[in-house]
């Protein structure tokens, strides 16, 4: 088995925003028990979460992993669940008696696919598309609370915004409004482009501010930034 830092795509550099919630687990196949372990953390964390959704995110050794319907594959005695995984490499985990006491192996519908896994936790996603800045501010300081929960060295570290990630494809613009009805585009980055994303950045003013951001389209992902 390859360490799981060799695994990691370059795609995983832009999902490092969010906090993992622990050592991402890696090979060509992962045992339930292990991701059952590492995602339920998250369910028994009792600090606030409301902001926020936990996925198990896949990690791919190759970009193309993620190409044509993947999916996750829960292989068990009496368990069989195929979990289709979304572009950013994303899947509700299930939380399966089952599966655990059989400790069914989790694989990639890709033959002699080598692969991680790991919790990702981002911030909920609202078919509106409007964002109230206090509720990005109140939702990174879930994630950073809970970040920190599971990893002391990140009680260093601050919020300092939030990443909409979008496809290529789609159109990838975010403004902020504000109550005066001042609208300001959102900076947009292409660095990922290569891996098929764009990422709009909204980052904190140093004192609160009112105000909305609103979202072209739905984004796949928005990520807490940490510093």
Same mark, same amino acid.
């Given at each position: 088995m390859r360490p799981a830092r060799q695994?990691?795509?370059?795609? %995983?550099?832009?999902?490092? %925003?969010?906090? =993992?919630? =622990?050592?991402?687990?890696g090979g060509e196949a992962v045992s339930y028990r292990d991701a059952y372990r590492a995602m339920v953390v998250f369910e028994k964390y009792g600090g606030p979460k409301n902001l926020l959704v936990s996925q198990l995110q896949v990690l791919p050794r190759e970009r193309a992993m993620l190409a044509g319907g993947p999916?996750?594959?829960?292989?068990?005695? !009496?368990?069989?669940?195929?979990?289709?995984?979304d572009p950013l490499g994303r899947t509700v985990?299930?939380?399966?008696? =089952?599966?655990?006491?059989?400790? #069914?192996?989790?694989?990639?519908?890709?033959?002699g696919a080598v692969f991680a896994l790991r919790p990702q936790v !981002?911030? #909920?996603?609202?078919?509106?598309?409007?964002?109230? *800045? &206090?509720?990005l501010r109140a939702a990174c300081a879930q994630?950073?609370? +809970?970040?920190r929960y599971v990893?002391?060295? $990140?009680? =260093? /570290? $601050?919020?300092?915004? *939030? /990443?909409f990630v979008f496809p290529v494809k789609t159109e990838a613009a975010a403004r902020l409004r504000r109550p005066d009805s001042a609208e300001q585009m959102l900076p947009l !980055?292409?660095?990922? &482009?290569?891996?098929? +994303?764009? &990422? *709009?950045?909204?980052?904190? #003013?140093?004192? #609160?501010?009112?105000? $909305?951001?609103?979202?072209?389209?739905?984004?796949? &992902?928005?990520?807490?930034?940490?510093?």
């Amino acid at each position: 088995m390859r360490p799981a830092r060799q695994l990691i795509a370059p795609l %995983a550099l832009l999902l490092a %925003a969010g906090p =993992a919630g =622990a050592q991402a687990l890696g090979g060509e196949a992962v045992s339930y028990r292990d991701a059952y372990r590492a995602m339920v953390v998250f369910e028994k964390y009792g600090g606030p979460k409301n902001l926020l959704v936990s996925q198990l995110q896949v990690l791919p050794r190759e970009r193309a992993m993620l190409a044509g319907g993947p999916q996750l594959t829960l292989m068990g005695k !009496s368990t069989q669940v195929s979990l289709p995984l979304d572009p950013l490499g994303r899947t509700v985990f299930p939380l399966l008696k =089952a599966a655990y006491d059989e400790n #069914a192996a989790l694989t990639m519908n890709r033959k002699g696919a080598v692969f991680a896994l790991r919790p990702q936790v !981002s911030i #909920a996603v609202r078919h509106d598309g409007l964002y109230d *800045v &206090a509720d990005l501010r109140a939702a990174c300081a879930q994630a950073l609370g +809970f970040a920190r929960y599971v990893d002391a060295s $990140q009680r =260093a /570290r $601050q919020c300092a915004g *939030v /990443r909409f990630v979008f496809p290529v494809k789609t159109e990838a613009a975010a403004r902020l409004r504000r109550p005066d009805s001042a609208e300001q585009m959102l900076p947009l !980055s292409d660095a990922e &482009a290569d891996e098929g +994303f764009l &990422a *709009v950045t909204y980052r904190f #003013a140093p004192a #609160a501010e009112r105000g $909305q951001v609103a979202t072209s389209n739905a984004p796949l &992902a928005i990520l807490p930034l940490f510093e």
